[in-house]
């Protein structure tokens, strides 16, 4: 591995991992929105999409991450909890 590559990889694998905070920050966010509105059904179903969308994001930058070999000991745990849900 030349310097070029591994200096591409590092820049992936920040970019990855900035993708995988950024998704958490937002699925925690969506999580705690979706628990508190309780006003009407309107607001109740925007934040279950926002939540599902977020949860979607997630996953998908768990795989990134995984596929850049950056593996965190929660990644089948948290698939396993979202699948079931």
Known sequence: MDA???ILTNTDATKALKRLDNA???Y???EIYAND???DYGKKKIASLR???AKHELLQAMDE???L???TNDNDLIKKIF???
């Open 51 to 53: 939540l599902e969308f």
């Open 37 to 39: 509105v309780s006003d």
């Open 4 to 6: 070029n590559s591994e």
């Open 83 to 85: 699948i079931k849900n």
């Open 69 to 71: 070999g950056l593996e």
């Open 65 to 67: 991450a995984a596929k």
């Open 24 to 26: 958490l920050k937002t």
């Open 28 to 30: 925690k966010i969506s």
